[in-house]
């Protein structure tokens, strides 16, 4: 990546000078009724792309180029398919810079962030083309003079709908589980940040046979539905809100019987016990908000902070003094610790949350608006942001505020601690700090949520399944689980005779 801010904007224009096409088999493709979105940069609000608005038609389209190519792709060997799959990883690590300059522009996220997200998603896409080979069936054994197997078959087509926070590290990584399994795809990328994922399309057109991935830009409610109500897509994942996945499971129902993951929301609690480091912990809680690379658009971010009562007031300040040292700054300057937010309705919507906590009576500590500066006058720019003081019965303590904004709490009791902490329908992450293993154990145990670090947040690793408890999600990411989930069951009987 080129080393200054001039450098990259220059960059970035020449990749934004092209016709934008979505991909359905082997053609670059407009929508069928000639629609189109208008991209805007949050970082002032300028238009930067017009891409296609894919409709019903477009939808049915991708389907029949992803069923198409579907028999020919499971009967290709797994030693083909895993090459494919490794070859795709390379290809996108030699264009990492194009990428990430299409993501910072496109999403407001620095852009060294983004550059590494590409990497994260090569990473994964190595991990899927190895694990794969441990898939596999069984013999049983047999009351009859039979043998009895199971062996592991792809479901067919798959559709994969993502989100904005991270384009091309979910547009990318998301390939690789359903593929390598013998799946054919058909991707719904996000409506606000399209542009990675269309450009990723010129390298899954070097990378795979025509109709294996299918990538379609438009909005959840037409293109997303569209494909989630498709009667040949029996397969379904997504990537989002609460709010979403509630619409997808209603609508995929009433089109069928479809095997469904979700991976959704948080409002994720981060217990600081008083035995606790409380520079490591400032550290991590100032990690765990994902300032550093979505301005804390994350599902996992510990968005809730519980310090108990002897290391509250010193962690608050110390916090604060962390978050204001961040480097706010353009998406495509490579000093930039944290951009904006990903658009002016996310913006927002995350001031009206600001504007509910002083309301409701929360202390203000730090951030809580617009950076100050005149380059940060037209974009979706938001402080770090802390509040202490906050009850567990304030808005802002108990909704998924999708941005820069922390919640902080005292406590004294273990057990009440841990009441609060699992009160709210969310169970994304969890945290616990305690130089204690007993306790440290203890409370991890206890937190009902699918991922929790100790002494730790933020952190993913390769292999580790991420997913959620109670409306946070069904099933799991980025283990070999994820790829079990693209394949289905059958039992076979030999008779012997």
Not at 21 to 36: E, K, V, W
Not at 156 to 173: C, E, K, Q, S, T
Not at 298 to 315: A, I, K, N, P, Y
Request: some cysteine; proline content about 5%; hydrophobic content about 40%.
């Amino acid at each position: 990546m080129q080393s200054s801010l001039a450098d990259n904007t220059e960059a970035v224009a020449a990749l934004l000078d092209r016709d934008w096409r979505m991909l359905i088999g082997s053609t670059a493709a407009a929508a069928h009724d000639g629609a189109t979105m208008e991209i805007t940069t949050p970082h002032d609000g300028t238009t930067i792309a017009h891409v296609p608005c894919a409709g019903e038609s477009d939808v049915a389209a991708a389907v029949s180029a992803a069923t198409a190519a579907f028999t020919p792709w499971r009967d290709t060997p797994l030693t083909e398919r895993a090459q494919m799959i490794r070859d795709f990883a390379a290809r996108l690590r030699s264009r990492a810079r194009d990428f990430g300059l299409l993501d910072a522009i496109d999403t407001g996220n620095p852009v060294t962030a983004m550059v590494g997200d590409v990497m994260m998603a090569a990473r994964w896409l190595d991990y899927h083309a190895g694990v794969a080979f441990s898939l596999a069936g069984a013999t049983l054994p047999s009351m009859t003079r039979s043998w009895l197997l199971t062996r592991k078959e792809p479901y067919g087509v798959v559709g994969r709908i993502i989100p904005y926070n991270h384009p091309i590290l979910f547009a990318a990584a998301k390939v690789g589980a359903p593929v390598i399994t013998g799946n054919t795809l058909v991707l719904k990328i996000p409506d606000q940040a399209p542009l990675s994922s269309l450009l990723m399309a010129e390298v899954v057109l070097e990378s795979f046979p025509p109709g294996v991935v299918n990538i379609l830009s438009g909005p959840g409610a037409v293109t997303g539905d569209a494909l989630v109500r498709h009667p040949a897509v029996k397969r379904l994942a997504l990537i989002g809100s609460v709010e979403t996945g509630q619409r997808v499971l209603a609508s995929a129902a009433s089109a069928g019987i479809k095997h469904v993951t979700l991976e959704l929301g948080g409002k994720n609690a981060m217990v600081v016990c008083p035995d606790a480091d409380p520079a490591a912990v400032v550290e991590g809680a100032a990690f765990g908000m994902n300032c550093h690379w979505s301005q804390g658009q994350s599902c996992g971010s510990t968005t809730r902070l519980f310090v108990h009562e002897s290391l509250h007031d010193q962690v608050v300040a110390d916090l604060s003094d962390r978050l204001k040292s961040i480097r706010i700054g353009h998406p495509l300057d490579p000093r930039t610790e944290m951009g904006c937010l990903v658009s002016q309705a996310q913006y927002d919507k995350v001031i009206g949350y600001i504007e509910s906590a002083h309301e409701d009576g929360a202390r203000l500590v730090t951030g809580g608006g617009r950076p100050d500066g005149e380059e940060f006058e037209n974009g979706c720019y938001v402080e770090p942001t802390i509040f202490a003081d906050v009850d567990t019965s304030m808005r802002i303590a108990r909704e998924e505020v999708f941005g820069p904004v922390l919640s902080v709490f005292r406590w004294t009791d273990l057990d009440t601690v841990i009441e609060q902490a699992n009160e709210l329908p969310f169970g994304l992450t969890g945290a616990v700090w305690s130089n204690d293993i007993t306790t440290a154990i203890s409370v991890a145990d206890r937190l009902d949520t699918g991922y929790v670090w100790i002494n730790g947040s933020g952190s993913h690793f390769l292999g580790a399944p991420f997913g959620g408890h109670k409306n946070s999600g069904i099933g799991t990411e980025e283990g070999i689980e994820e790829l079990e989930s693209y394949l289905q069951s059958k039992t076979v009987n030999i008779p012997l005779r």
